[in-house]
């Protein structure tokens, strides 16, 4: 699904209310209903306790009072404090009208704030996507004594003071929200670890946007689900055999990490290529040929690292990086490599590092390579990022410069492609966070572009896949428990879903 920027998310309120000739009351009644019902799942009036509803001037402070409403209507006990300000939204006066008399409510004074229990259920309506500059007087004093006070604080739309798609100066006041209940799409702030502590959670609830506006709107950034990827995946042919589905070469592993070579051999033959060879140095030959018997090992001259490149021949695509270390001759393999590679290349780990290190072998990259690097090695490639923003722009820019597709690794993975899209991947866990989950992602990305998957597919699918297969190891391991072979083993049907999540 997109990602829309706040000034975007007004226009598709606007055009949801033109469209289906709804007022903005009702549009807002729906958002309130929304947050509501998510709410009422998961606390009855007893476990709630008293909910106190802090509402800003603007519609998110409107949801907040009819959300109110809708709370002591289903019998939730509600207070309500309300910011002070020169002018209020039509809709928060309408809501503000509706509101019963015997729902108690008091306008905040920045000098004498109401005393917030421990465990006190916080709903924060204070700003939505209208915030226009970092929060001043008395709400910066709400929010710093809402933070404070470590309420449980369930934020409507987006936490107070967060912007929806920029950053904010680093001393500005934010709420710190455990759960954000978002309206209709997530929003690219949810989407970076420097909003993690004010996000917190974030349900994403449907409204019944104008799903024409949403269809049209103009966006680059895109949140990666299953629905986004159906029918990207082929089935498998009734008549394919082994040279339909491609022959993937992967280059890697050195003395002390021929384990990765392993994890990425295995990751690339769960992931329905055809033919698999492995080229490690000799060292990885014994250990290659038990741990992977399906694979074809391919051993180098060196005993322990890579020092001469294959020919290139027999395959479709090639993978190269998992575990190579940095020696001048895996240097020289890796010259010839991008010199020389007429098919589909994924690079990633230390083939990065080489990479960021020399200038004259980053020209060489040929076009429509996939990288995945993780930030550190992203930064090796272009430059220290200002903060989260920044490293998007970073990416863009070194997308869009190389001609190259790069995988920029972690919570929410973020694809960027030469013509400045940016994709948010929505799989995966914390559990993924353990050594060797890369070197699975570029088996399976180097198996996709073995089997002749377009590269914006190839790593679209592998993001998604592995983060999927992530999940689902997950549920068996335990996030703390969880090793990145784990991931391999639930690669098939991380797979499978996609393949059946086609429509007819
Ligand atoms: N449109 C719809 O139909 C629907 C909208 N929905 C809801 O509406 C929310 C967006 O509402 P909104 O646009 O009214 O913005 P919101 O953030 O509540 O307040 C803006 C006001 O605050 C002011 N202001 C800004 N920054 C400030 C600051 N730092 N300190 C002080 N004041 C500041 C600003 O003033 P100005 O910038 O003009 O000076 C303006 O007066 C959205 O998040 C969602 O919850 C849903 O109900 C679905 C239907
Ligand atoms: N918190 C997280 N949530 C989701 N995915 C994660 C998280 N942490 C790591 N991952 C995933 O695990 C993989 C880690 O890759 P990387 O850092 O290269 O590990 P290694 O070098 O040990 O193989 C990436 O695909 C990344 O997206
Ligand atoms: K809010």
């Known amino acids: 699904m997109k990602i829309l920027t706040a000034a975007q998310t007004r226009q598709a309120d606007a055009a949801t209310i033109r469209e289906q000739t709804i007022t903005s009351e009702a549009l807002m009644e729906r958002a309130a209903t929304a947050f509501t019902g998510w709410l009422m799942a998961r606390q009855t009036p007893a476990e709630a306790g008293e909910i106190l509803v802090f509402c ?15 709370l002591h209507q289903a019998a939730y006990h509600v207070q309500v404090y309300l910011l002070p300000a020169d002018r209020y939204s039509p809709d928060f006066q309408a809501n503000q009208r509706s509101l019963p008399a015997t729902v108690p409510r008091t306008t905040l004074d920045a000098a004498a704030l109401p005393t917030i229990a421990v465990d006190a259920l916080v709903i924060d309506a204070l ?29 409507i739309d987006i936490p107070s003071g967060l912007f929806a798609d920029a950053p904010q100066p680093a001393d500005a006041p934010v709420m710190r929200a455990r759960h954000t209940v978002g309206f209709e799409l997530p929003k690219l702030a949810f989407l970076l670890p420097q909003n993690a502590a004010f996000v917190g959670q974030w349900p994403v609830v449907p409204i019944g946007l104008s799903s ?3 269809a049209q709107a103009a966006s680059k950034l895109y949140f990666v689900d299953a629905a986004f990827l159906a029918g990207r995946l082929p089935r498998r042919a009734t008549f394919g055999h082994k040279g339909t589905y491609g022959h993937a070469l992967l280059l890697a592993g050195s003395r002390g990490k021929i384990g990765a070579a392993l994890l990425a051999a295995q990751a690339c033959l769960r992931s329905g ?12 030959y014994d250990v290659l040929q038990t741990a992977a018997p399906e694979a074809m090992a391919l051993t180098d001259p060196s005993s322990d690292y890579l020092s001469e490149l294959p020919d290139l021949k027999p395959y479709s695509a090639v993978g190269i ?6 020696a001048e001759s895996t240097k020289q393999v890796l010259t010839q490599l991008l010199r020389e590679a007429q098919v589909p290349l994924v690079l990633d780990a230390d083939a990065l590092n080489l990479l960021g290190a020399d200038p004259g072998l980053l020209a060489l990259l040929p076009a429509d390579s996939v990288l995945t690097p993780h930030p550190r090695e992203f930064e090796r490639l272009t430059s220290p990022a200002r ?8 990416l863009r ?5 190389h001609g190259c597709y790069v995988v920029l690794k972690g919570a929410y993975s973020c694809l960027g492609t030469p013509t400045g899209e940016l994709y948010f991947n929505s799989t995966g866990n914390p559990g993924m966070a353990t050594g060797g989950s890369g070197d699975v992602l570029t088996g399976v990305l180097t198996a996709l572009r073995a089997q002749q998957l377009p590269p914006l597919d190839a790593a679209l699918l592998a993001m998604y896949a592995h983060g999927r297969a992530g999940d689902l190891a997950a549920r068996n391991t335990g996030q703390a428990g969880l090793v990145a072979g784990d991931i391999t083993q639930f690669l098939g049907p991380a797979f499978e879903e996609l393949t059946t999540s086609k429509t007819f």
């Not at 800003?56 to 809708?70: F, W």
């Not at 033919?275 to 490690?280: A, E, G, H, K, Q």
């Not at 990086?321 to 940095?326: A, E, L, T, V, W």
């Open 127 to 155: 700003f939505g996507t209208g915030l226009s500059r970092p929060l001043a007087g008395v709400a910066a004093a709400v929010v710093a004594h809402l933070n404070q006070a470590r309420a449980r604080v369930v934020a």
């Open 212 to 214: 024409q506006f949403l």
């Open 387 to 394: 903060d989260d923003y920044h490293r998007l722009e970073l």
């Open 397 to 401: 820019a070194f997308c869009h410069a």
């Open 321 to 326: 990086g998992p575990g190579i270390g940095q």
């Open 273 to 284: 290529v055809g033919l698999l060879t492995v080229r490690t140095p000799a060292c990885g």
């Open 56 to 70: 800003g001037p603007g519609n998110n402070g409107g949801d907040g009072l009819a959300v109110a409403r809708l």
